[in-house]
């Protein structure tokens, strides 16, 4: 009896002095966030292609394989990231390097881009073309309000379709090639000039992205024949008046980077700049001013002008210059109690 009378004690006990141990595990998160490597795309590797989330699967459309050759017009699609299928080998669309792309109307957008690299006959586009199906394209106007241009910000917001800034020129342009207007429409046929020069210097290979109702325009800046790049982030909620979150991200000035939203903060995923080559970091802000780094075991390496998706709740890239061009497939899926760090 006095032996049970112990033990019983010293089980208490035990269970005492281990219940703050435990309750201080349960909330923690369950696990760390991972990348995956899902494997290697069918498709040939590449970077600068346009990408979608559409209809329950990840696309991808046209992009680069070199400067000295017309770029690809294939068009692929995924329903999980592992097995992709040809849905068009030759889209009508010419300009598929660094086009701008989005969903939106239930269709796939794509528009403006650049056309036979470094060849006589290059040119950038101001045509817009959308899809319901991948095959069948429609070219919506052959000439839209804005100049022809690539590398320029795309997003939907407030049921409009919004442009700001690219370069109307490659590899054969300068700092006037670059643009900082902004232009808007609800049909991709007709545009509206919101504003010729919005307060952000005019870049290109910048990214934007739509968070708590407001446009951000991240990074950017120019290649060549003068590369300069930026780490600033502005926003807007009209398109024209602008407020500068920072002039200087924690995370270094690049260009070609790819950029998303995801579990309410938006994300900055690699990229590019002459003085550090390919990046291979990734970043988050719930605002545009207060970033952290996302630190992960397991990373893709280091490259520029790859593909973002944000698909079943995992955020995701594929493609991009690697060195050499990659045709991998990556994702990344939060813990449900996931949280950022608290900002010190």
Partial sequence: MINKTVNSSRTLLTALLLAPLAALHAAEPTSRPDWVLEGNAAWQARDSQAEWVFKDQLWIGGGWFQSFEAPPRDVWA??????????EKAAPWLHSDLPMNVTFADKMWIMGGWHNGRLPGHSASHQVWSSADGVKWEQVTA????????????????????????????????????????WSSADGKTWKQETAHAPWSPRAYHQAVVLNDKIYVIAGGNYVPSHHAKNDVWSSSDGVRWTCETENAPWEPRLWFSAAVYRGRMWVLGGWSKNRDNFGDVWHSADGRNWQRLETK????????????????????????AKPLSSEVWSLSLPKDWQPLANK
Wanted: proline share 1%; hydrophobic share 40%; charged share 25%.
């Fill in 78 to 87: 995924s329903a999980d990231g592992k097995t992709w299928k040809l849905v």
């Fill in 298 to 321: 397991t990373c893709w390496k280091a490259r520029h002008e790859h593909s973002v998706f944000v698909f079943q709740d995992k955020l995701w890239i594929a493609g991009g210059h």
């Fill in 143 to 182: 000439n839209a309000g804005w100049s022809p241009r690539l590398a320029a910000g795309l997003v939907e917001h407030r049921g409009r379709l919004w442009m700001l800034g690219g370069t109307e020129n490659y590899y054969f342009g300068d700092d006037a090639s670059l643009k900082n207007d902004v």
